[in-house]
């Protein structure tokens, strides 16, 4: 008979859960956090939402904190190759051991009639690592939407709302102004809000809760704005700061506005009784890392993971692409998920491809590669199917020239089966 180590088994046990689907609210997570005595209450943290960036505003905003000689937790979501991702200390993932101490801690809890979804689960083991591990501040990042997301439990110093777009109709609503709505729901009563919501609906919103809470509200382009240089540097000016010649290491000129938010957050901080010095931000500017977003993993032929999981994304990855690709033949390896928009996504990517290798990863919310296929041979006549995930990207890499480029995008699940394969067959 098959055995499995104790960490194997929690895993197991844990992505069962995925059964329950996604079920939004908070008194669960509340009954399970009061069990294991309230862990979120012995940090300071940051809540970040959004429908782009807010995983590089994490990233970004640890790696700082770190520099200035904290320690930092991160929560984020999904995964790519490995859970212990999802919870990093000092932008290091927990080890197989912290993991099954955590889901066993919360396996304990007395979380009231229903059972617990996947996500409430490993919010509160995110927490309660947190805890044990006596960091100074926690980076917390939405699952979905805000207002009823499982980590919205927590009383931050600090919120971020980085952009809204339409996704996830089914659980947000089907307008910007809806949407904002449940990614305003972290807003807390007068705990400061940084973002860089632009839309008129959202915005009128956003300001309409922080207003609600007396929260004072910290917006890109208008409290703060970033001007970028020639040489590849960008200026910041914030509400009392001016910083010059910064560079971060995230790859794509959206990142600079991502700086921005995170470097808007710390001058909030500061006035707020923290020690975050320029040279830390400087120091972790450059030292961010944030995989699986425009990731070049391979000179020749050039490889680049993109989740690209949105419409939003996969109009950056295409100006990317069209800016720098423009010499090369790109092959695109895509697989997208059910709930996301795949025919504008596909639209505005596939002008720029010369070759469509169509897959899918293997959670069941993935489209059927048939779907894609049938939109993507219409534009892009060198299209064919390879089911999975490794062996389509194998082919493209394999049969793709040195000078060319090969692509991984469409969805962070793609992308994390790809680095999945790179990890057992590393390219020479």
């Excluded at 309660?128 to 009383?155: C, K, P, Q, S, Y």
Aim: proline share 5%; glycine share 8%.
């Amino acid at each position: 008979m098959e055995r499995h180590d104790p960490y194997t088994e929690c895993l197991n046990e844990m992505f069962g859960l995925h059964r329950f689907g996604i079920i939004l609210g908070l008194a669960t997570i509340r009954k399970m956090l009061t069990s294991l005595g309230d862990p979120q209450k012995r940090f300071a943290s940051i809540h970040i939402a959004g429908t782009n960036g807010k995983g590089s505003v994490a990233a970004t905003l640890s790696c700082v904190l770190k520099a200035a000689g904290y320690r930092v937790g991160r929560y984020t979501s999904p995964h790519l190759v490995r859970f212990n991702e999802r919870i990093c200390i000092d932008d290091t993932a927990i080890s197989d051991a912290e993991v099954v101490e955590a889901y066993r801690a919360v396996k304990k809890t007395d979380w009231g009639s229903r059972e617990p979804t996947f996500f409430e689960y490993t919010t509160a083991m995110a927490f309660h690592a947190f805890a044990r591990r006596g960091v100074d501040w926690a980076v917390v990042e939405t699952g979905m939407g805000g207002r009823l997301d499982a980590t919205n439990v927590i009383r931050p110093k600090l919120s971020i709302i980085t952009n809204v777009s339409v996704e996830h109709r089914r659980y947000l609503g089907d307008t910007i102004a809806r949407i904002a709505a449940e990614k305003g729901g972290i807003i807390k009563t007068r705990v400061p809000l940084v973002t860089g919501v632009r839309q008129k609906d959202a915005v009128t919103v956003i300001r309409s809760i922080a207003a609600e809470k007396s929260a004072p509200i910290f917006r890109l382009g208008e409290s703060f704005r970033v001007r970028r240089s020639p040489d590849g540097t960008f200026a910041y000016r914030g509400m009392g700061s001016v910083l010059q010649g910064l560079k971060t290491a995230l790859v794509g000129e959206h990142q600079v506005e991502n700086a921005a938010l995170a470097l808007a957050g710390c001058e909030v901080l500061n006035r707020k009784g923290a020690a975050i010095p320029d040279d830390a931000i400087r120091q972790g500017l450059m030292l961010t890392r944030w995989p699986g977003r425009l990731e070049l993993v391979h000179p020749a032929p050039l490889v680049i993971l993109d989740g690209a999981h949105n419409f939003i994304a996969a109009r950056i990855l295409a100006k990317y692409i069209s800016k720098t690709l423009s010499d090369r033949k790109v092959t695109l390896v895509v697989g997208i998920l059910d709930d996301k928009p795949y025919r504008s996504m596909l639209e505005s990517l596939l002008p720029l491809i010369s070759r469509v290798i169509v897959t899918r990863a293997r959670i069941d919310r993935a489209l059927p590669p048939e779907t894609l296929y049938a939109i993507a041979k219409q534009r892009v006549p060198d299209t064919r199917i390879i089911p999975t995930v490794a062996d389509a990207f194998k082919h493209a890499v394999e049969s793709a020239g040195p000078g060319d480029a090969v692509v991984v995008a469409g969805s962070l699940y793609v992308v994390g089966e790809a680095k999945e394969y790179l990890e057992s067959h590393p390219m020479g």
